[in-house]
């Protein structure tokens, strides 16, 4: 079969299958060091161990047409930046050189699969392993591309008749966000501190200042960038696939009583910045290419000529899954949805954001918005929906109930795309954060 490997103990069901080979930043307690890596199975092979290994002559055929040199530096970063800004036809070989290295027929055995050596100083278990954040990020904007959670949160606070804002249909909505409290899988987030107002009719509006009541997640997808664009230099939509590096799964953790007082007039910002979790694997833009499909948000609006692709299938169908972990152990999964329902592609948010000429740069990252899907509430992606703003509760297993997050409860994101008919399967790992008490003031 096409997707066997020789890997131990390897499925082609694992998230990480030959099919996907996605990249991340590890250590592990013999070397502290932050490098890249790829995942396969339930292992992490050390590239920049393997490429100091290996004769160049050698890595000449495994990644046919790339400048080893500078594949070499680019992989011995503590970032995944300098591989991401090769750009995406690098991409494409070495992923594919990966590949026929870990398959189970592989032409380059001697190069790791027979030097026994060479797999004990790069192959390391994933439970070994330490993950860190891929990339430097400089720059963050999160968009508002999921229709269902736009519409649902419109109808909450300005009814059906108003749900979407005049401009909706038009363009990618979305704003500038901040870089320095994006974290990797697995970090504790702390509950913010911010202004309140805890009666929303009393006149005059008094606010009080202290931890948020309504903590909330943000079922998203992210996107790195690779290709970078000057600034007074548009991306043409046409184009801007060549711009992506890769997807991670991504939560924007939300403080909805801080930011329903604060937002009016610029918008979220201390109820958004204190915290977005994404999953430490960034699965490449080719590895999706198969999971591609047309979105099922049917926008009527004539879009303006800058928005308007050449391809039909825009979006991915990924399956994405919330569970809510309490502090006795007590896990249930609360979402299930589909990346299906973004109304806007990357593409499109990518074109709209340089449209001015903004530039881009390796490692600026994207979010998708909210993905909920057109179902009830087991489709929504966060908890101001399933809850109606804290108006209903989400039941949970041992009589437990939320209508936003408690001290102690961890979020997990899941995400997978699968042909089930070819047994391939491709998949994002796990996002998660645990809440713990509110900053040290």
């Given at each position: 079969?096409?997707?066997?490997?020789?890997?131990?103990?390897?499925?082609?069901?694992?998230?990480?299958?030959?099919?996907?080979?996605p990249?991340?930043?590890?250590?592990?307690?013999e070397d502290?060091?932050?490098?890249?890596?790829?995942?396969?199975?339930?292992?992490?092979?050390?590239?920049?161990?393997?490429?100091?290994?290996?004769?160049?002559?050698?890595?000449?055929?495994?990644?046919?047409?790339v400048?080893?040199?500078?594949?070499?530096?680019?992989?011995?970063?503590?970032?995944?930046?300098?591989?991401?800004?090769?750009?995406?036809?690098?991409?494409?070989?070495?992923?594919?050189?990966?590949?026929?290295?870990?398959?189970?027929?592989?032409?380059?055995?001697?190069?790791?699969?027979?030097?026994?050596?060479?797999?004990?100083?790069?192959?390391?278990?994933?439970?070994?392993?330490?993950?860190?954040?891929?990339?430097?990020?400089?720059?963050?904007?999160?968009?508002?591309?999921?229709?269902?959670?736009a519409?649902?949160?419109?109808?909450?606070?300005?009814?059906?008749?108003?749900?979407?804002?005049?401009?909706?249909?038009?363009?990618?909505?979305?704003?500038?966000g901040?870089?320095?409290?994006?974290?990797?899988?697995?970090?504790?987030?702390?509950?913010?501190?911010?202004?309140?107002?805890?009666?929303?009719?009393?006149?005059?509006?008094?606010?009080?200042?202290?931890?948020?009541?309504?903590?909330?997640?943000?079922?998203?997808?992210?996107?790195?960038?690779?290709?970078?664009?000057?600034?007074?230099?548009?991306?043409?939509?046409?184009?801007?696939?060549?711009?992506?590096?890769?997807?991670?799964?991504l939560?924007?953790w939300?403080a909805?009583?801080?930011?329903?007082?604060?937002?009016?007039?610029l918008?979220?910002?201390?109820?958004?910045?204190?915290?977005?979790?994404?999953?430490?694997?960034?699965?490449?833009?080719?590895?999706?290419?198969?999971?591609?499909?047309k979105?099922?948000?049917?926008?009527?609006?004539?879009?303006?000529?800058?928005?308007?692709?050449?391809?039909d299938?825009?979006v991915?169908?990924?399956?994405?899954?919330?569970?809510?972990?309490?502090?006795?152990?007590?896990?249930?999964?609360?979402?299930?949805?589909?990346?299906?329902?973004l109304?806007?592609?990357?593409?499109?948010?990518i074109?709209?954001?340089?449209?001015?000429?903004?530039?881009?740069?390796?490692?600026?990252?994207?979010?998708?918005?909210?993905?909920?899907?057109?179902?009830?509430?087991?489709?929504?992606?966060?908890?101001?929906?399933?809850?109606?703003?804290?108006?209903?509760?989400?039941?949970?297993?041992?009589?437990?109930?939320?209508?936003?997050?408690?001290?102690?409860?961890?979020?997990?994101?899941?995400?997978?795309?699968?042909?089930?008919?070819?047994?391939?399967?491709?998949?994002?790992?796990?996002?998660?954060?645990?809440?713990?008490?509110?900053?040290q003031?």
């Amino acid at each position: 079969m096409a997707n066997e490997s020789w890997i131990p103990n390897y499925s082609p069901s694992n998230d990480f299958s030959l099919a996907n080979i996605p990249f991340g930043i590890i250590s592990t307690p013999e070397d502290q060091t932050l490098r890249p890596a790829i995942a396969i199975g339930g292992f992490a092979l050390d590239l920049k161990t393997w490429l100091a290994i290996v004769n160049k002559e050698k890595l000449a055929d495994v990644f046919s047409g790339v400048d080893i040199d500078q594949l070499d530096h680019a992989l011995s970063q503590p970032t995944l930046n300098s591989f991401a800004a090769l750009g995406r036809p690098v991409h494409r070989i070495v992923r594919k050189g990966l590949q026929d290295l870990l398959h189970k027929d592989t032409p380059y055995a001697e190069l790791l699969r027979d030097d026994e050596n060479a797999r004990t100083k790069t192959l390391s278990r994933l439970s070994d392993v330490t993950m860190h954040l891929p990339m430097e990020i400089g720059d963050y904007t999160d968009f508002y591309a999921g229709y269902h959670h736009a519409y649902a949160v419109g109808v909450m606070f300005r009814g059906p008749e108003n749900a979407l804002q005049p401009n909706y249909t038009h363009l990618p909505v979305g704003y500038h966000g901040r870089a320095s409290s994006i974290v990797v899988d697995g970090t504790p987030i702390r509950r913010p501190v911010g202004q309140i107002l805890l009666d929303p009719k009393a006149e005059p509006k008094k606010p009080v200042t202290g931890p948020t009541r309504k903590l909330d997640i943000e079922l998203e997808l992210g996107c790195f960038i690779s290709k970078p664009n000057k600034m007074g230099e548009s991306v043409d939509v046409k184009q801007a696939e060549e711009h992506i590096f890769g997807y991670v799964l991504l939560n924007d953790w939300s403080a909805r009583d801080i930011q329903a007082w604060e937002y009016v007039p610029l918008g979220p910002f201390n109820g958004k910045n204190f915290g977005t979790t994404i999953s430490a694997w960034v699965v490449l833009a080719d590895a999706l290419e198969p999971f591609k499909v047309k979105t099922e948000i049917d926008n009527k609006t004539e879009l303006q000529e800058y928005l308007k692709g050449e391809e039909d299938k825009t979006v991915f169908d990924i399956k994405l899954e919330v569970d809510l972990t309490t502090a006795d152990g007590s896990t249930n999964t609360i979402g299930r949805t589909s990346s299906k329902y973004l109304m806007w592609s990357f593409p499109q948010m990518i074109a709209h954001h340089t449209l001015g000429g903004c530039s881009m740069r390796p490692g600026d990252l994207l979010g998708s918005g909210t993905i909920s899907g057109p179902g009830g509430v087991e489709e929504r992606g966060s908890l101001l929906e399933m809850t109606e703003n804290g108006k209903k509760e989400v039941l949970l297993a041992g009589m437990n109930a939320r209508t936003f997050l408690k001290d102690g409860d961890s979020i997990t994101l899941r995400g997978f795309c699968a042909d089930d008919g070819k047994g391939v399967r491709v998949g994002f790992g796990r996002c998660s954060g645990t809440v713990h008490g509110g900053p040290q003031r």
